[in-house]
């Protein structure tokens, strides 16, 4: 029997994956000058950086750190530590303060262990300080945090996902220094970020608009 | 030996010999905490590549190393 009617088969589409598009390498934002210093703490377009989950085409526009100024208090804890030594030892020697008892092998190891110490100490507030860091990307944005030497967060949300970006500057030190603090809000559920004392952050946020910007759809 | 021996012998030993043993305890823990210390510095610098980071790293071995001298000083000087 002639079929009538047949139905044409059913094409089975495959869900699309879920991959980052790969977007057009960015050029310097307006008015940003490439940073050339390696400890700079907002760096645009920095050469010689990657990160751990850098896809090939993806730019680093924007690494943001802690203001430098945010480091002065331990700086000067790190000062006074590494000015004592040279002063109390001397003087519990000279004064005869250290008991005869206790052989003087001790006060050279305690001389020794404070140095070594301090540098540990000035070493870690350093690390922590430099691998704190926001990354903005032609694609993503980055938060990785250290909390502390054994915990590590790794944050990121791609750049079309952002949905406002503002910026908190207040209090004398902080206008005076020209640093605050910018949030990104991502839609849903996904987190929002915090990039707490970075300076500029007014450039910072301009500079994450415009990537916005280009990834917006033009109209037709 | 009997514990009263053993008991007489520990007596008989200098404070010095329980103050050296504390020493060295606190300068084995601090260079368990140099090694860890350097795990992490090689940790952070695969999350961020950076020119300075080999520089980072030998820091950190020097601190080590530092660590394994001043543990070495201490167990032959006091």
Redesign the interface.
Known sequence: MPEIFVAPKKIEERPKEKTLTPKKIPSLPRGEKQATN??SAFAVMPA?????TQEEEEEIVLILRRHSITNLGWILFALLLLTLPPFIFPSISFLEAWPEQ??R??L??AF??WY??T??FI??E??MW??N?SIVTNQRVID?D?FN??Y?K?SSTRIDRVEDVTFRLGGFIRAFFDYGDVYVQTAGTEINFQFLAVPHPERAVRIIIDIMGEEEPKPE | MTPEQIIATILSLSP?YF?KIC?LTL?LL?LT??F??LR??Q??????????SPT?VL??LF?LL??I??FL??VF??
């Open positions: 390696p400890f010689g950086i990657r990160f751990e206790i052989p092998g001790y050279a190891v020794v262990f070594l110490a540098f540990g070493l870690i350093f690390i430099y691998f860091v990785i250290f030497l054994l590590k790794f | 010095f103050i020493c300068l601090y905490f140099a860890v210390l992490q510095t940790v952070m610098t695969k999350v961020i590549e950076a020119e300075i980072i820091l950190a601190h530092g660590a001298f001043l000083l201490a000087i006091l």
